[in-house]
Nanobody, 113 residues
Framework: VRLVESGGGSAQPGGSLRLSCAAS???????MAWYRQAPGKQRELVAQ?????RTDVSDSVKGRFTVSRDGKTIDLQMSSLKPEDTALYYC???????????WGQGTQVTVSS
């Protein structure tokens, strides 16, 4: 399973970015999620979406970030960005009805003026 992330980059405070992660595999994909890790901090869950489409986002991004998926692709629409959103964002995917978990290579998001 290969997870390919795209869409990272730089934005000004208040701006928007959209991240996308596509799973390249013949297996069915279950839950997918976005995590992030800022320098010197632990990796944290940002948003997740189940196989059935149920979503959940962390309190720190609620109302600003929206997660969605289309089959084996998960997107993260980020709006009203803040400098504290600066981090390396990782995509995570579970194999449906399995235990295997896969991570993307990470995509950098930098928010600064």
């Amino acid at each position: 399973v290969r997870l390919v992330e795209s869409g990272g980059g730089s934005a000004q405070p208040g701006g928007s970015l959209r991240l996308s992660c596509a799973a390249s595999t013949g297996f069915s994909i279950g839950d997918m999620a976005w995590y992030r890790q800022a320098p010197g901090k632990q990796r944290e869950l940002v948003a997740q979406i189940t196989y059935t489409g149920r979503t959940d986002v962390s309190d720190s991004v609620k109302g600003r970030f929206t997660v969605s998926r289309d089959g084996k692709t998960i997107d993260l629409q980020m709006s009203s960005l803040k400098p504290e959103d600066t981090a390396l964002y990782y995509c995570k995917a579970h194999i449906l009805f399995g235990t295997a978990v896969y991570w993307g290579q990470g995509t950098q998001v930098t928010v600064s003026s």
